[in-house]
């Protein structure tokens, strides 16, 4: 069993900045593909962004890339999204998801967490 909890969601002007945290509980946190998704208010979830176990492949929404940046810390069992030059088509609950295997952009990953929200104000 793995347990996800995410952290530093907040309100942020168009422009600003937040950095997101994903506090993974279990062993062999590295073996572990890890994604973020968002949900906007009466919208499906969606992809946003997603690192792999050793952290050297990463993959991206083509509307947060350049923008957004996911990097994990395997020593600290967390992972990260650094979330810049936000607009407010970026509110959204935000989830952190991990999958005992390869990246991937769908859905299909074994653990969820609760969520964050972030509201950018325009």
Known sequence: QVQLVESGGGLVQTGG??????A?????????????FRRAPGKEREFVAAVSGGGRTTSYR?????????????????????MDRLKPEDTAVYYCAADYGGIKTSEMYDYWGRGTQVTVSS
């Open 17 to 22: 900045s937040l950095r997101l945290s994903c």
């Open 24 to 36: 993974a509980s279990g062993r062999s946190f590295s073996s572990y593909a890890m994604g973020w």
């Open 62 to 82: 083509n509307s947060v890339k350049g923008r957004f940046t996911i990097s994990r810390d395997n020593a600290k069992n967390t992972v990260y999204l650094q």
